[in-house]
């Protein structure tokens, strides 16, 4: 199985279903998980002023969440988060389980029909075509 796993992580309905979902496939090899958070952040105008919507505190709590619940279920986990420009969480994933050579990346899906998510972009359908490991996308 996977002994190096990228978790994916937000604030999504789905987001402890992802975590159970890590917990279980790093669990089979005594593996070891990064847990990822992309803080997206919106450029305004010619400025080049940005904000998130997202607190500092807020996506601190979400990857120590993550990492607790692994680290109780005697998980190895590993947290960090990454901020980039709107629209490139997923290269930030991509690039992130590139450099901690993970086996495979676990992350969720928001649920957009195909048609919203064609109009307005997936991160999962992102990471899927451009990683090079498989990815386990949680609904």
């Given at each position: 199985?996977?002994?190096?796993l990228?978790?994916a992580?937000?604030r999504?309905?789905?987001?402890?279903?992802?975590?159970?979902?890590?917990?279980?496939?790093?669990?089979?090899?005594?593996?070891?998980?990064w847990?990822?958070?992309?803080?997206?952040?919106?450029?305004?105008?010619?400025?080049?002023?940005s904000?998130?919507?997202?607190?500092?505190?807020?996506?601190?709590?979400?990857v120590?969440?993550?990492?607790?619940?692994l680290?109780?279920?005697?998980?190895?986990?590993?947290?960090?988060v990454?901020?980039?420009?709107?629209?490139?969480a997923?290269?930030?994933?991509?690039?992130?389980?590139r450099?901690?050579?993970?086996?495979?990346?676990?992350m969720?899906?928001r649920?957009?029909?195909?048609?919203?998510?064609l109009?307005?972009?997936?991160?999962?359908?992102?990471?899927?075509?451009?990683s090079?490991q498989p990815?386990?996308?949680?609904?």
């Amino acid at each position: 199985m996977y002994d190096r796993l990228l978790l994916a992580v937000d604030r999504s309905d789905v987001a402890e279903r992802v975590i159970d979902a890590a917990r279980e496939i790093a669990s089979l090899s005594d593996g070891e998980v990064w847990v990822l958070h992309v803080q997206e952040k919106e450029i305004i105008g010619r400025g080049g002023g940005s904000f998130t919507i997202e607190s500092d505190a807020e996506v601190r709590s979400i990857v120590e969440h993550a990492a607790k619940e692994l680290d109780d279920a005697g998980i190895k986990a590993h947290y960090e988060v990454q901020s980039t420009i709107h629209g490139q969480a997923a290269r930030a994933i991509v690039g992130a389980a590139r450099a901690h050579d993970v086996g495979v990346i676990v992350m969720g899906s928001r649920g957009r029909s195909d048609l919203t998510a064609l109009l307005l972009g997936s991160t999962a359908h992102a990471v899927i075509h451009l990683s090079d490991q498989p990815v386990l996308v949680v609904r």
